[in-house]
DNA sequence: TCAATAATAGTAATTATTATTATAAAGAAG
DNA sequence: CTTCTTTATAATAATAATTACTATTATTGA
């Protein structure tokens, strides 16, 4: 027997912030920012519901090369940018490179089903 | 005064290990392997040592999108792929593909300066 | 309205990693 | 070869991020 979900307003409180915010924020900056709405709300619950709703596809999870994990709730196609300096993450709209999984593929003998890619440099602000 | 760097069999040992091997360990599986020729090398001399050569480029150090930190001392210009069954991580050997930084520059107000990519989906004793 | 189940807050526990410190090893100078 | 200065080490403690636990509360379907 596969589990239900439930509704939550904790839950549905962290999708609405996620999809109306531009930056890419950390579990404790979510945690941060929904207790201005949910005082209550316990860190816990905002972990596992990002969890969970990443799980689910509706919001992104980033992992950095710096090791920092960070979340995204734009859903339509686009890249990361991580800036070598002051450390943000900038959306880039750019053409899909999934063709280069073509590339890979070619001299692999397992089968490629995706890739993720992170761009690094200088921001627009730090250059 | 730049600090000096002083030889230790510690870090040798390391970087032996890591030119040898095909795995891409963690720096606690690196931390097993190691205690097999020096038994009281302490976990704190692994990271340390692993975190000097990945700045000084020596090794590699790779974040998996699940969070997970692995090393690699292969130097030469290759791909990773990771097995979404599995979990481990493969070479692939491929042309370069630097030249996406160029697509995404287009239409980025920032300066890129080079990317990350991991590939994902069967390898090839689990396909 | 009621029963079943999932979600929560609060807290404790875990994991990965870094910091601290007294001792040991490395390298330069005499 | 001995001494001095500096860096590295082992052992341990501390930290940070995340997950697990548990009693209580909220949601949903009947």
Redesign the pocket.
């Known amino acids: ?11 549905e409180a962290i999708k609405e912030y996620l999809s109306q915010t531009k930056e890419h924020p ?3 900056t979510v945690y941060t920012n929904i207790r201005a709405i ?1 005082p ?13 709703l990443a799980e689910q596809g509706e919001i992104l999870k980033i992992n950095c090369q710096d ?3 960070h979340f995204d709730g734009k859903l339509d196609r686009h890249y990361h940018f991580i800036c070598n300096d002051c450390g943000k993450i900038c959306d880039i709209e750019m053409e899909s490179i999934d063709f280069i999984n073509k590339i890979a593929s070619a001299n692999f003998g397992g089968k490629i089903d995706g890739h993720t890619v992170h761009f690094y440099g200088k921001c627009p602000e730090c250059k």
């Open positions: 027997m596969t589990t239900m979900t439930k509704y939550s307003k904790q839950r950390t579990a404790d949910l209550n709300i316990s860190l816990g619950t905002v972990y596992r519901n990002l969890n969970l090791g920092s994990v």
